[in-house]
Structure formats: structure tokens, C-alpha cells
């Protein structure tokens, strides 16, 4: 189904239990894709245009280089301004091919069909396309969002569990994020989350980027849990996948809120959440190595940018309200890192 959305957003967004060949262009189009979802695609009796590219995908291939033998091969078919490039797979290949896209012939159009559950919440949907830098993730990118996005259920069923896991917990943050407290606990039941949460996700953060693609203001609030979450992703030296830090990272900026005087979530809610995570426990990095990653936060406040900021913005969760947003120097987190820990080695303690 076809996401109702505001007038003017530049992309149409459709969930499908299965894929559907009507959805892809009617015009001049080619295929990138990741190799492992190339059975499913072909299973599925899907087209391969002229051109098609099934190439192995991980972080370390996210490299601008990696890029150059797509656009030789897109000017060999060839794709004009007027072709489509419709991008298949997770969030490291529809990255990498929406930054493609943006960059052949100055932008062509381009379609993610995104194939895990990470990359059908958040990153197939908001225009941000990159590739990352030795200097660190993303560092190398463009807003160019793709003309359609089509999340299809299907695609889940090969996804290795911790895959899926990591993709819930950006569904999760959602759920904080708006302050529901019956929905998050409904997602932190195991198994593929019911189509209505996706639907209702992606209709929250379209709305969020039509009103700020550029991350002036509003958008930052889908920053809750990448605050510490990055920090911690980076500083496990990406043993944690980037959804289980966003999950530790929201567990996190519930306990700072209520440090911060905000009101508390409910005692149960933070043991369950606590619980679905303390297998994370022992890839949780020290506060030593958190806190220079913490500092140099891309997102940091205009204060300081790269040599050092004195606050960052954090994003504070409340029940049944949406977050509230604080420029809170890197330190605030110290005590939040130890009282996650604790609480995660007993959800039963008292917050
Ligand atoms: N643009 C944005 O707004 C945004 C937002 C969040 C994250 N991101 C980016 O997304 C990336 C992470 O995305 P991800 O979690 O999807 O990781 P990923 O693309 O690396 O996919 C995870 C693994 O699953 C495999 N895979 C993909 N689909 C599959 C399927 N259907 N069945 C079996 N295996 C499958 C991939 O080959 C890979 O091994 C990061 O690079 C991050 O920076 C971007």
C-alpha cells in the first residue's frame, strides 16, 4: 500500500508484503543491488535490465571507490538524465547507491527498494545518501532522495536474526520518541514487526524531513539514541551493530531525561528494555573510550564543531510527549553509561 503523505515530498513511499514489478520505472532504468538478495529478487521473478550489478556489500566496501565502476558501467549501457537507477538492499547499498545516483550526470533518479529491516525504517527513507571517509562514517555525501521507496516484507525472511534485531530497535526509538510507551513494549516482542509499526514510522519520519531535510531543527529529534549510540557503535570498534547501539543508546537518553529532572518512564518498561539488551552487556566499550568519540560528534553543537565542543545536543525522552532537546556537555553521559550498566546486569533495580 501507498503511503499517504505531505504534498510535496519528494518521494513516494509503498509497503508491500511481496515485491510487486509494477512499482519499478517504466522507462530507462538499471539495477544495483546487494549480492545476497539476488535469490530473493530472481525468486521472485523480478526483472534485471541491462547493466544490472549484484555486488557483495559490507561497511568496509561503503568507499567512494567502490562507486567509480558503477558510474563507467551506468555511461556503457547508457543511462541518460531522464534513466532510473533502483537500488536493492540494505542501508550500506542504498547509501552508496543514492550518493551514485546524485552524482552521475549531476543526479539522475533513483529507487531504493530497501532490504533490511534497518534500511526499511531509516536509512532507504530522508534523501541522506553517503559513503564513508577514513575520517569516519558518512563523512562523503549528498541529500538526494530517491523518487520511490519500496519496503517489502518479504525480503525480511532471509535476514540473519541480529539483523532484524538491530533493525527494531530504530522502530523502537520511534516509539520513544513520540512518547508511547504501549507501542515500544510491542516492540520489544521478537519476530518481524507487524506492517502497522513500519507504516507508522515511516509516516512520522516523512513528516519530520519534509518539514527539515537538512537537519536544521526538527529532524535532530531522530537523533534520539545516536548520541551515546554512536559513540558506543564506534568505540566497540563496530562489534555492536549500529541497532543495538541505538537501542542501548535510547535505553541511555531515558535515564538521562529523568537525570535531567524530566518525568520518568515507567519502572517496568526501562527492566524490559534493559532486558531485550543485556545480552549486550559484555560489547558495551568503557566511558573512557566513549567520551573523545562523544566530543568530536558531527552532530555537535556550533560551539565547538571538531576541536572539542562544550555541549552537544541531546534528545530527551518523556512519556506520552515528544522529546525535548539540550546542548548538555559530553560529561552528562558519565553517570548514564554507569547506570546503564548496572541496570542492565540487574533490570530489576530501581532507576
Ligand atoms: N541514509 C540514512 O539516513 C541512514 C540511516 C541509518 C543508517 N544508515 C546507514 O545504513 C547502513 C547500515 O544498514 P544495514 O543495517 O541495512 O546494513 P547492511 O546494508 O550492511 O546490511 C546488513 C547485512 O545484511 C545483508 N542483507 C541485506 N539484505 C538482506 C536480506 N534481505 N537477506 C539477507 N541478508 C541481507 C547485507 O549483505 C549485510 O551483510 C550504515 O552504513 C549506516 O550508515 C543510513
Not at 509494477?22 to 545476497?36: I, M
Not at 555486488?55 to 563507467?72: C, D, F, G, I
Not at 560551539?303 to 525535548?324: K, Q, V, Y
Not at 554507569?338 to 533490570?347: E, F, I, V
Request: aromatic content about 6%.
Amino acid at each position: 500500500m501507498e503511503l499517504s503523505l505531505p504534498a510535496g515530498f519528494p518521494t513516494q513511499v509503498f509497503v508491500e508484503e511481496a515485491p510487486r514489478a509494477s512499482l519499478l520505472p517504466t522507462g530507462s532504468w538499471t539495477l544495483v543491488g546487494d549480492d545476497a538478495v539476488r535469490p530473493a529478487w530472481r525468486g521472485a521473478g523480478l526483472p534485471e535490465p541491462p547493466g544490472t550489478l549484484w555486488v557483495p556489500v559490507s561497511e568496509a566496501s561503503k568507499r567512494l571507490s567502490t562507486l567509480e565502476p558503477w558510474l563507467e558501467t551506468w555511461a556503457g549501457i547508457p543511462l541518460t538524465r531522464h534513466s532510473t537507477v533502483v537500488a536493492v538492499g540494505g542501508g550500506v547499498l542504498t547509501d552508496m547507491a543514492g550518493l551514485a545516483a546524485a552524482l552521475y550526470m549531476r543526479g539522475i533518479a533513483w529507487q531504493a527498494w530497501p532490504t533490511t529491516l534497518l534500511a526499511q525504517v531509516d536509512a532507504g527513507l530522508g534523501g541522506k545518501t553517503a559513503c564513508d571517509l577514513a575520517a569516519g562514517k558518512n563523512l562523503a555525501g549528498a541529500f538526494h532522495p530517491p523518487v520511490s521507496f519500496v519496503a517489502c516484507r518479504s525480503f525480511l525472511a532471509t535476514l540473519p536474526p541480529r539483523q532484524l534485531e538491530s533493525g527494531a530497535w530504530e522502530l523502537f526509538k520511534m516509539a520513544v520518541l513520540e512518547g508511547d510507551v504501549p507501542w515500544a513494549e510491542r516492540l520489544l516482542l521478537p519476530g518481524v514487526p507487524e506492517a502497522s509499526s513500519l507504516l507508522r514510522a515511516l509516516h512520522a519520519k516523512a513528516g519530520i524531513v519534509h518539514r527539515d531535510l537538512r537537519e536544521a531543527g526538527e529532524r535532530r529529534l531522530l537523533n534520539l539514541g545516536h548520541t551515546l549510540g554512536h559513540a558506543l557503535e564506534a568505540a566497540s570498534g563496530y562489534a555492536l551493530l549500529h541497532g543495538e547501539a541505538v537501542g542501548l543508546g535510547t535505553l541511555a537518553a531515558m535515564l538521562l531525561a529523568e537525570a535531567q529532572g524530566l518525568e520518568p518512564f515507567p519502572r517496568d518498561f526501562k527492566a524490559r528494555t534493559a532486558e531485550r539488551l543485556r545480552h549486550l552487556l559484555p560489547a558495551i566499550p568503557p566511558w573512557e573510550a566513549c567520551l573523545p568519540l562523544l566530543r568530536v560528534d558531527k552532530k555537535s553543537g556550533p560551539e565547538g564543531e571538531r576541536s572539542g565542543p562544550t555541549a552537544i545536543h541531546c534528545i530527551l525522552p518523556r512519556p506520552r510527549t515528544t522529546a525535548d532537546v539540550r546542548a548538555l556537555p559530553p560529561e552528562v553521559w558519565r553517570d548514564v553509561h554507569a547506570r546503564m550498566g548496572a541496570l542492565l546486569n540487574d533490570p530489576e533495580m530501581t532507576t
